[in-house]
């Protein structure tokens, strides 16, 4: 009897020790000369977004409605857990580009839903829209929209890559001048 309660109580004992020790280490993430926190789960999340940031590109500029509306809803509670703060540790101008960014890929994906609908007024980005050429097809009458969400994801990733280049967009070329 004796035995078992000695080993319960090392065995509490040696739990606390490593609840303490690994807290000791989530605690430890590099801080970046601008003040943030870097963290391999922030550079986990910074692949993510970069790869549906990129996904979303090729397929609206190749018309695909499907695809495009498929990978906002990808995108959509990423950026949502960005903006909200709690799962993720980012600058606080980072997670308001999230939640910038989430609006406009909800507003999107609600006008490609139904194309009869009217396009809410959303509050400006605090960054410059980068000079892209329109949607094609069916998806241009969200191409304001998609090209705003794009230059906010864009954003975001700077944040996340804490001053790392950024991948340009895989924009297609725009199309020469008929003349």
Do not use: C, H, W
Not at 40 to 60: F, I, Y
Not at 86 to 110: F, I, S
Not at 164 to 179: I, Q, R, T
């Amino acid at each position: 009897m004796k035995g078992k309660f000695g080993r319960s109580i090392a065995l509490v004992a040696a739990s606390s020790l490593l609840a303490v020790g690994m807290a000791g280490i989530a605690s430890a993430s590099p801080v970046s000369p601008d003040g943030g926190k870097g963290s391999s789960s922030t550079q986990a999340l910074a692949a993510q977004v970069l790869q549906v940031r990129d996904d979303l590109t090729k397929v609206a500029y190749a018309g695909n409605v499907g695809a495009t509306r498929a990978d906002l809803g990808q995108m959509s509670p990423v950026l949502a857990d960005i903006a909200a703060g709690k799962r993720y540790t980012v600058q606080t101008d980072t997670e308001q580009l999230a939640g910038l960014a989430k609006g406009r890929a909800d507003e999107t994906n609600r006008l490609l839903a139904d194309p009869t609908a009217k396009a809410r007024q959303l509050p400006p980005l605090p960054l410059p829209i980068p000079s892209l050429p329109d949607l094609p097809g069916p998806l241009k009458i969200v191409s304001d929209l998609v090209k705003a969400l794009l230059a906010a994801v864009t954003g975001i990733l700077g944040g996340l890559l804490g001053g790392l280049p950024v991948p340009p967009l895989p924009v297609p070329p725009l199309p020469a001048p008929a003349g």
